[in-house]
C-alpha cells in the first residue's frame, strides 16, 4: 500500500490565482470578517477530542526528529497575534482490504499565516516540519520525511459551544471540514518562532546498531518503537 499526500501547496495556489482580488489582511484585524468570527481571537491553541494532541514541545521535538506520542489521535493548532501557526497531527488511515494493514501518521509544523479578505487562510510552512509514517506491512515501515506543505483553508468560523467553550471549524481548500477544536488557551502554546532544524541535506539517518550516516534527499528510515507498539495494538483490536 502506498501513502501519498495531496499536492495542497499547487491547488492553494490555483485558488489564490483564481480570486486575483483577494488581499492578505493585517493581523492585527483578523477578526473583523463577521460575526461569525467574532465569537474570540483566533489566536491561542486549540486541540480537537479529547485533546489529547497539542503544539508545543510536549508534541514534537524538531532537533532530534522525534515524537511523544498522545494516548489519542487527534489534531492541534495555534496561532500568535504576529502571524505565527503551528500544526500537529496524530492519525491512522484504514486499509478495507486489510484492516490489520493500516498506516499511522504523525507530523509537525509551523510558519506564518495570512488573513485574507475573503475569508480564507493561508499558511506557508518555514521548512523545518517533519512527519513520521509507519505501516508494519510495508517493506519501508518506518519512515521519517519532510512535512512542509503550504495549506490554504477556504473558510474558518468560531463558534460558542454551551459546554465546551470556544470551538473553532476549519474547511479545507476543497470544503472538507477539518475535526472542531476547542480552545485549550488563549496564549499560544508553541515551539520557538525560528528554523529549528538542520535542512534536509544535513538530515542524519541512524541505523540499528547506533551509527549516524549522513544523507543527501528528504527521505530517510528512523528506529523508533513509539508508534509501531500502537499499530501492532489497534491491529490486534481489529481481529
Known amino acids: 500500500m502506498k501513502f501519498s499526500f495531496m499536492p495542497v501547496a499547487v491547488l492553494a495556489l490555483a485558488s489564490l490565482s483564481a480570486a486575483q482580488e483577494v488581499t492578505s489582511t493585517d493581523v492585527g484585524e483578523q477578526i473583523r470578517f463577521d460575526a461569525e468570527h467574532n465569537a474570540t481571537s483566533l489566536v491561542g491553541t486549540w486541540s480537537s477530542g479529547s485533546r489529547a494532541v497539542m503544539t508545543g514541545p510536549q ?49 509537525w509544523v509551523h510558519g506564518k499565516y495570512q488573513m485574507l479578505s475573503n475569508g480564507s487562510l493561508y499558511m506557508i510552512p518555514n521548512g523545518d516540519g517533519f512527519q513520521q509514517i509507519q505501516n508494519r506491512c510495508n517493506a519501508l515501515s518506518n519512515q521519517i520525511l519532510d512535512y512542509n506543505e503550504t495549506e490554504l483553508y477556504n473558510s474558518w468560523r468560531i463558534y460558542t459551544d454551551p459546554t465546551d467553550g470556544f470551538k473553532l471549524h476549519l474547511f479545507q481548500f476543497d470544503g472538507t471540514p477539518v475535526a472542531p477544536q476547542f480552545q485549550i488557551s488563549s496564549t499560544p502554546q508553541m515551539l520557538p518562532k525560528a528554523m529549528l532544524r538542520a535542512p534536509p541535506t544535513q538530515i542524519l539517518r541512524r541505523r540499528g546498531n547506533g551509527a549516524e550516516q549522513r544523507l543527501t534527499d528528504i527521505s530517510w528510515t528512523f528506529v523508533s518503537t513509539g508508534m509501531a507498539m500502537v499499530l501492532a495494538t489497534v491491529a490486534l483490536s481489529t481481529l
Open 59 to 107: 508534541f514534537a521535538n524538531p532537533s532530534n526528529l522525534s515524537f511523544n506520542y498522545p494516548l489519542n489521535t487527534g489534531v492541534s493548532y495555534s496561532f500568535t497575534e504576529d502571524g505565527w501557526y503551528e500544526i500537529s497531527r496524530y492519525r491512522f488511515n484504514s486499509n478495507a482490504i486489510d484492516p490489520g494493514c493500516m498506516t499511522g501518521l504523525i507530523f
